[in-house]
């Protein structure tokens, strides 16, 4: 560790930064019905800028498929509404601004005892949605289905990616392309389709294009792939991936260390039982896989989210334990910035069958949890439960993050300026290479000299006088 209290501290304020709070949440009182095989979204559906919630699957209680909206008085006060859409089970949802007018439209796809249904719900204000006319979706619903969306073919507007079964029980897997107003295409390029498992798509070569990892059952096989992305077309399935076949569970994709390239997580099962992974890019559409001390999950999901508001993004987990007694998990992952999770020991109910979604609940700056699922023992015993927890951490003031810390011009040719905030006392910096090797670099003042070290990517580390510390990534050109 190189010593930066006088350079760079003198040139700040003495004070001490306030230790980060350790993220906490409690138990809404808040009623909402239990459904399993659901698939919950926050919305804002009455253009009041508050997040509502829609959830959508089935109630073994009254042994009906529902589809449910519940309104939000900005307090985490939740009323259910009577807006209706087709009710579906096994299905997916995504929420976005698909036409390109400021609000956030509703994608929905699943399955009926009747068949599957699929339709975009177009927001046209002050809680009115309509089916928009111009979309010819028929034959393309799907359940046991995951879907993701992402700017395919760079024009500007997020498309969408599907893979389930469809009205016939046979997999089928497609691209949605948007025209920019909410009007969907389909595409003519071709997928394998699978069934009961998850998707992502994202940069795993920092090319700009979003490439695509998915995986489940096809052909009653472990089906797992990944493609690139080349202006929009996407190639092969690549070999090797580093993933192992998996199915019978969710991923979720984003930056999670310091690299440039897109991570994935995953919980699902396998043939060797279930497994639950971080997946760090290796730049090439490879990875490498961490168990890390992640609980191994089926039946599971997973969600990405900074619910602690440090910059990075923290993981939710749930499903079944691979013990004799299948224990039901939820639990709350916190990320330190380089892609490692810790339990953070918050106390939820245990569910599978049922994803969580983030919700902005009760107006304040952290993001709380709506778990949906299934919590019963044994078949054919179900337990749905749906319930928001509120994230009651404090507020931190002037919290040293990764947000408050400035790193300029980067990239950079050489001199790297340290910009923090007025009441943080750095005292010790290090930075390494990629691969944890610490190097020695010249510091004058509130700035480090990078200029001796080859183009690549390194990582400064600043700790603070209470023992706080923050990571940050610089290019060297």
């Known amino acids: 560790m190189k010593t930066l209290l006088l350079l760079l501290a ?7 930064v306030v ?36 959830n959508n699957g089935y109630d073994p209680v009254e042994e009906e498929i529902k589809s449910l ?16 859409t087709p009710v579906f089970s096994m299905g997916a949802t995504a929420v976005f601004d698909a036409d390109a007018d400021g609000d956030k439209d509703l994608f929905y796809t699943g399955g009926t005892l009747s068949g599957n249904v699929i339709g975009f719900l177009e927001n046209l204000g002050n809680g009115n949605f309509s089916l928009k006319s111009c979309n010819d979706l028929d034959g393309l619903g799907l359940y046991s289905v995951t879907l993701s969306r992402a700017d395919i073919d760079n024009d500007g507007d997020d498309d969408l990616f599907l893979s389930g079964y469809d009205d016939f029980g046979e997999e089928l897997a497609y691209l949605l392309i948007n025209d920019g107003t909410g009007c969907f295409s389909l595409s003519t390029q071709q997928f394998d389709g699978a069934n009961g498992g998850g998707s992502v798509l994202a940069d795993f070569d920092n090319d700009g294009d979003p490439d695509l990892f998915y995986f489940g059952t096809r052909n009653n096989d472990t089906y797992t792939v990944v493609r690139m992305n080349t202006n929009g077309i996407f190639g092969s399935p690549l ?29 699902a099962n396998s043939s060797t039982g279930a497994q639950s992974k971080v997946c760090f890019g290796n730049g090439d559409g490879t990875f490498t ?18 619910f602690d508001n440090d910059g990075d993004k923290d993981l939710l987990i749930n499903g079944k334990l691979f013990n004799s007694n299948e224990t039901r ?21 245990g569910v599978y069958n049922g994803q969580p979604t983030a919700i902005h609940a009760n107006g304040d700056a952290y993001l ?6 299934d919590a019963g023992i044994g078949f054919p015993f179900h337990e749905p439960t749906a319930e928001l927890y509120i994230n009651t951490t404090p ?59 080859d183009a690549g990517i390194y990582l400064l580390n600043l700790q603070a006088e209470d023992g706080q510390s923050v990571t940050k990534k610089i290019i060297k050109n």
């Open 289 to 306: 896989c961490f168990q890390q001390t992640l609980p191994q999950v089926r039946q599971g999901s997973v969600l990405l989210e900074d």
């Open 368 to 373: 709380d949890i709506f778990v949906a699922g």
């Open 10 to 16: 003198m040139m700040l304020s003495m004070t001490t």
């Open 239 to 267: 070999s090797n991936i580093g993933i192992p076949l998996i199915f019978d569970g969710k991923a979720a994709g984003a930056f999670l260390n310091s690299d440039e390239f897109a991570d994935i997580v995953f919980a």
């Open 329 to 349: 998990i939820t639990k709350l992952f916190l990320n330190d910035g380089i892609g490692n999770f810790s339990n953070s020991n918050q106390v939820f109910t």
């Open 395 to 453: 507020l931190g003031v002037n919290d040293f993050t990764k947000e408050s810390v400035m790193l300029y011009p980067n990239p950079t040719n050489g001199i790297v300026n340290i910009e923090l905030p007025s009441d943080v006392f750095v005292t010790d910096f290090m930075v390494t290479d990629m691969s944890g090797k610490q190097l020695n670099v010249p510091y004058d003042g509130p700035q480090i000299d990078l200029s001796g070290l």
């Open 69 to 84: 909206f519940y309104t939000n008085d900005g307090s985490a006060n939740f009323t259910l509404d009577s807006m209706t």
């Open 19 to 54: 230790a980060q709070q350790p993220v906490t949440f409690d138990i809404s009182n808040e009623t909402f019905t239990g459904l399993i095989a659901s698939a919950p979204v926050a919305i804002d559906i009455n253009d009041d800028n508050i997040d509502d919630l829609f």
